[in-house]
């Protein structure tokens, strides 16, 4: 549901201020990144129409905001990252085929299906709570699933369920995981490695 307002304040240097909903209660808080238009510079007493919703300190303030007269601009969807799945399903389908060849331990490859659909699934899930701006999953979480083997299903979730995608520190770090792991991969399937699987066989 759209509210509408008119601008009571306005902190140039800080780019917020408030607005004052028609019909009176609480006034919201708006924030120049909230702006449709951000071009134009706010003024006291201009009518802005916008969504009021809760930000992560459980506050109510604008969001999607335009000037009267304007339309809101809706942004784009961007489509999923087809390098991301592919590159996840061309593993899965290499740890696959390298397990049916005898290369590599049932273990492991067990290990990272079960671990790529938890990693899916713990997506989903934060997806949801973010939804309901409740309780979050934290991101170090989420990254450990990735390090011990679940990197797969948590790129495809990325893309799929759009979520985490626009955090480019997040994302550096989750690539950062998906490295490291596959080097680990590589030296438990090194003559090394296979020595020291050997032990707990």
Same mark, same amino acid.
Do not use: C, W
């Given at each position: 549901m759209r509210l509408k307002g008119k601008l009571i304040n306005w @902190?140039? @240097?800080k780019a917020f201020g408030f607005i004052a909903p028609n019909g009176g209660g609480e006034h919201i808080f708006i924030h120049k990144t909230a702006l449709s238009n951000r071009n134009r510079v706010p003024q006291i007493n201009d009518v802005i129409t916008f969504a009021k919703v809760k930000n992560k300190d459980g506050r109510y303030c604008?969001? @999607?905001?335009?000037?009267?007269?304007?339309?809101?601009k809706k942004k784009a969807a961007k489509k999923a990252s087809k390098f991301s799945i592919y590159l996840s399903v061309l593993f899965l389908a290499m740890i696959t085929t390298a397990y049916f060849f005898g290369h590599l331990h049932q273990a492991l490859l067990f290990g990272y299906l079960a671990i790529s659909a938890g990693a899916f699934l713990a997506y989903a899930s934060d997806k949801s709570k973010a939804q309901r701006r409740v309780s979050r999953i934290p991101e170090n979480t989420l990254h450990l699933f990735s390090l011990i083997g679940g990197w797969p299903g948590a790129a495809i979730a990325q893309q799929l369920l759009r979520h985490k995608t626009q955090k480019r520190e997040f994302r550096i770090v989750f690539w950062f995981t998906v490295i490291a792991n596959t080097a680990g991969l590589l030296w438990l399937l090194s003559p090394q490695g296979q020595h020291v699987m050997a032990i707990f066989q």
């Open positions: @902190d140039s @240097d604008a969001s @999607d905001a335009t000037f009267t007269g304007e339309k809101l």
